[in-house]
Each structure stands twice: as C-alpha cells, then as structure tokens.
Nanobody
Framework: QVQLVESGGGLVQAGGSLRLSCVASGRSFTTAPMGWFRQAPGKEREFVAAISWNSGRTNYADSVKGRFTISRDNAKNTVYLQMNNLKPEDTAVYYC?????????????????WGQGTQVTVSS
C-alpha cells in the first residue's frame, strides 16, 4: 500500500521558517515528479511547488517564489519544502503529492498519490 506521510507543520510567527518533510512508502517514486499543495479554510486546494525526478527542474506558485524551496532525496524516498519568510496567508493544510508515471516534467496538477496533510499556521 502506497503511503505519503507529511511532517514538520506547526505554529510559527510571521517571518519565521518551517521545513516540511514527506516520506513515501509502498513504492519508489525516484523516477516521478513530486509536489506540494495547500488548502486554506474555505478555499480550494492549490499548487505550491513541484520537483522533477532528478531535481533538475522545479516549479513554484508565484505566491511562494523566492520564499519556498522544494527538494528531494531519492535515496530516502523523501521530498522537502523549506518555507522561509512565512506570511499569515501561508496558513493552510499542506499536502504532499506524487505522480505514478516516470516523467521529467514538473506538473501543477494530475498527481496520483496524496498524503493526509500537515497543518501550518502563521500568526501575525
């Protein structure tokens, strides 16, 4: 059974930092893109960042460019999201996602596997 388990969320003041982790189990995603999404209360889930299988390409939502960095460690089947200079509008549940097919792309949608999410709350 494939599982994606996020961790690292929490409560932080505006301007602070958090690092999210997502560990995949049940299959390897070393040849597939992985990504992060978020959903704020009352809003639809939105794309945050994606990374290609070999870390050669990344893609970010405009709202997080320059503040968030996605990375991955294929040896650990893990993807990370370093979040700096956090803002109250970054408050959301953050979800890890993985594609089932090998690809060099960094898609903003169409992922096949999802984690349960981790809460990030940024206070002003």
């Amino acid at each position: 059974q494939v599982q994606l388990v996020e961790s690292g969320g929490g409560l932080v003041q505006a301007g602070g930092s958090l690092r999210l982790s997502c560990v995949a189990s049940g299959r390897s995603f070393t040849t597939a893109p992985m990504g992060w999404f978020r959903q704020a209360p009352g809003k639809e889930r939105e794309f945050v960042a994606a990374i290609s299988w070999n870390s050669g390409r990344t893609n970010y939502a405009d709202s997080v460019k320059g503040r968030f960095t996605i990375s991955r460690d294929n040896a650990k089947n893990t993807v990370y999201l370093q979040m700096n200079n956090l803002k109250p509008e970054d408050t959301a549940v953050y979800y890890c996602a993985a594609d089932s097919s090998p690809s060099s792309l960094v898609p903003t949608s169409g992922y096949d596997y999802w984690g349960q999410g981790t809460q990030v709350t940024v206070s002003s």
